[in-house]
């Protein structure tokens, strides 16, 4: 197992928590960084992971198996009332996407809005 394979978080900062994106590494509790892009702060998650991880070594800490390594397929079926699934049919139509990007789209930027801060 390679320390790369922890699975991390990443979420856009509000303006009044400085902008800029925030990563967290769920399976190493208190791990986290953040960075101006997303590959700023994707580079220093990483490299916060491997200082925690060096740190847990020098402690003699239990080092933690990642824990959200199931296989998803990335879909599911899901039953939504007639008149939600036109309104999303139209909006996808209005927008030039297919209606999984839209649905797709609007899923995570409401996970976004609800994560945890």
């Given at each position: 197992m390679t320390d790369l394979e922890y699975p991390c978080s990443i979420r856009r900062l509000s303006a009044e928590e400085g902008g800029g994106y925030f990563v967290e590494y769920p399976d190493l509790p208190g791990c986290m960084s953040d960075g101006e892009t997303i590959e700023e702060a994707m580079a220093n998650g990483q490299e916060a992971a491997l200082s925690w991880l060096e740190a847990a070594r020098a402690l003699g800490r239990p080092i933690p198996k990642p824990q959200s390594q199931e296989k998803f397929s990335g879909q599911?079926?899901?039953?939504v009332p007639k008149s939600l699934h036109a309104a999303l049919a139209r909006q996808a139509k209005r927008e030039g996407v297919s209606?999984?990007?839209?649905a797709s789209t609007l899923l995570a930027e409401g996970l976004g809005r609800h994560s945890p801060a």
């Open positions: 599911w079926r899901m039953r209606l999984n990007a839209l």
